[in-house]
């Protein structure tokens, strides 16, 4: 059978050799011609594919892109309108006729204040820890996972920043991956920024989460992660 099929083969292609040889030399310079037209634009056509994919892709990623950052700059606004009242009720408290500060004195240590982080970037490094610990999982496991962040920068166990925090060496692995520097998605952006505003929404003494039970004692089981008391 396998010599049958050879055979028949050989025939057919010696049949189209001898259809070819026989076309006039115009013809055969025409069909050539035409299949190397052919052939140079379907090259082009999916040259201007990819290109066009490729347009899209960025786009869709600048978009999403700026609407995290315009997301996460509302949320620090809000921050900074916040502590700001907080600061002028606070002012009138302590002076109520607004002279109680000597003359020529700073109201405030200007230094330490240029020196402190802004709410944008902490707001925007606390919705990367989500987004890499607890991106594609519920709303509730990602507050968690944020008020475990501040729960450990108010313990004397733990350093005093969220960015000392979510740095720390030994504590938080997704640092060194790829998805800690993606941007972070809405739903992390959101959960992120309602936990500093109004903080931790847990028990300020869990202070651990992990896969696996630890510490002393687990609080609750989200999504496949223990949070764990200290």
């Known amino acids: ?10 025939s057919i292609i010696k049949a189209y050799r001898r259809k070819w040889r026989r076309l006039p030399r115009e013809d055969q310079v025409f069909v050539v011609k035409f299949l190397g037209t052919a052939f140079v634009l379907l090259i082009v056509i999916i040259v201007l ?16 892109s700026k609407k995290s950052n315009k997301v996460i700059k509302e949320t620090s606004a809000s921050a900074k309108d916040k502590a700001s009242s907080e600061d002028k009720v606070s002012s009138d408290d302590a002076s109520p006729d607004g002279d109680s500060s000597e003359e020529g004195a700073p109201a405030e240590d200007e230094a330490e204040v240029t020196g402190a ?3 944008d970037a902490e707001v925007e490094l606390l919705a990367r820890l989500v987004n890499a610990e607890a991106g594609d999982v519920s709303r509730e496991t990602q507050i968690a996972v944020a008020s475990v962040i501040l729960n ?3 313990s004397d166990k733990f350093p005093d920043t969220i960015s000392e925090v979510i740095y720390q060496s030994g504590q938080y692995t997704t640092v060194s991956g790829s998805k800690f520097n993606e941007t972070p998605n809405d739903a992390s952006i959101e959960s992120a ?3 500093y505003q109004n903080g931790s929404q847990i028990p300020e003494n869990v202070l651990y989460q992990s896969l696996t039970p630890l510490g002393g004692g687990v609080w609750k089981q989200l999504d496949g992660n223990y949070f764990c008391y200290e």
């Open 193 to 195: 920024a309602y936990v």
């Open 1 to 10: 059978m396998k010599r049958k099929k050879s055979t028949r083969k050989r």
């Open 49 to 64: 594919l990819s290109l066009l994919i490729a347009h899209i892709v960025k786009s869709a990623d600048a978009g999403e």
């Open 117 to 119: 982080s802004s709410p």
């Open 152 to 154: 450990r920068v108010n």
